[in-house]
């Protein structure tokens, strides 16, 4: 199914030159529209057409601030309703290598479902409807932590923090709407929807609190449509504990081990060379996988080994848009 270039062309074959993220999607993108032509692949022609959404958010254009500036409204609403709270907001926009593995697990996903499901492989409108769901390439996260001093004997600091992360979860659908923000209808799944939101909130949330993924992650969810950019964004909200768990605890690390399991468990069910599509969106991610950040050279950016990197460009770790940071006041006194 789908015709194949001579050569497929991968992300990888552009991190080695010295070029900028800026430069390397452009190239990539380029390439791959020419390939679209030349063989008919029209994922192609859509994957050249993702990349340059992911061009024009790397640039930091001036709705980027304009929608931090709007989201720091809510910041500065919980340092004035929750001084004696500490909490960050963070935001980021989705790396280049991330985002590449990214598209490519969904149509591999998309495919391998579509096959398992039918015995055949799906079109490729059918393809791109199911990717073009990416909701998450702009990304906010709220992260809230109960100084140790604030809670009396007795008190489960858990169930505290996560109380607080549930009112705040509340309040935000309605304040963003005022700053231009639509929350959109978020729990696809049953096991996503939240027993702990009102019910006219429940539906905005994908509540990973209540039903962790296989991995232990824990978190909030909610998309929300930017009417000022025209894009998306994912909001996700998270105690500290939750937060560390998911970035430097065993979610991280058993999470990749667990989904390369599973790649290859699809790889073995889908006949090689009878879709182009998935043939070539696994090699992709497979690729990437398997990428030694040391040996890569791209402007500003730089890696001892996978696990000590130093990225000034949005190549490996998300390109930060903005760190909000609020200690609680009270560091000696009780909350009544």
């Known amino acids: 199914m789908g015709s194949s270039s001579k050569e497929m062309i991968t992300l990888n074959d552009y991190l080695y030159n010295g070029d900028t993220v800026l430069k390397i999607i452009q190239k990539y993108s380029l390439d791959l ?12 022609m859509f994957h050249s057409n993702f990349l340059l959404q992911l061009e024009e958010l790397l640039e930091h254009n001036d709705f980027l601030t304009s929608q931090s500036q709007r989201i720091r409204e809510f910041y500065k609403y919980m340092a004035n309703e929750y001084p004696f709270l500490a909490f960050t907001f963070k935001g980021r926009i989705k790396s280049l290598i991330r985002a590449e593995e990214k598209f490519n697990g969904y149509i591999v996903e998309t ?29 906010y996260r709220i992260v809230v932590s109960m100084p140790k001093c604030h809670i009396k004997p007795g008190q489960n600091k858990d169930e505290i923090e996560q109380g607080y992360l549930y009112e705040i979860a509340q309040i935000l659908p309605g304040f963003l709407e005022m700053q231009g923000f639509d929350a959109e209808v978020s729990a696809s799944e049953e096991c996503q929807i939240s027993s702990r939101l009102p019910e006219d909130i429940r539906p905005y949330y994908r509540d990973y609190i209540e039903h962790p993924n296989p991995y232990g992650y824990q978190s909030l969810h909610m998309t929300l449509y930017d009417n000022s950019s025209r894009s998306y964004i994912e909001l996700q909200l998270r105690t500290k504990d939750m937060d560390d768990y998911a970035e430097i605890g065993p979610a991280n690390h058993l999470g990749y081990e667990k989904r390369q399991m599973k790649e290859r468990a699809r790889r ?10 998935f043939d070539e969106a696994y090699e992709r991610g497979v690729l990437l996988q398997n990428l030694e950040l040391s040996s890569v050279d791209v402007n500003m950016f730089g890696a001892v080994d996978n696990s000590i990197v130093n990225d000034g460009c949005g190549l490996y770790r998300g390109r930060l848009i903005l760190p909000y940071e609020h200690l609680s006041r009270f560091q000696n006194d009780l909350i009544d």
């Open 33 to 44: 529209k020419n390939s679209s032509v030349a063989t008919g692949n029209s994922i192609d």
């Open 111 to 139: 495919i391998y479902n579509h096959y398992k499901q039918t015995g055949e492989f799906p079109e490729p409108a059918q393809i791109k409807r199911n990717v073009k769901c990416f909701r998450d390439l702009i990304a």
């Open 268 to 277: 073995d069910a889908v006949p090689q060379g009878e879709c182009v599509y």
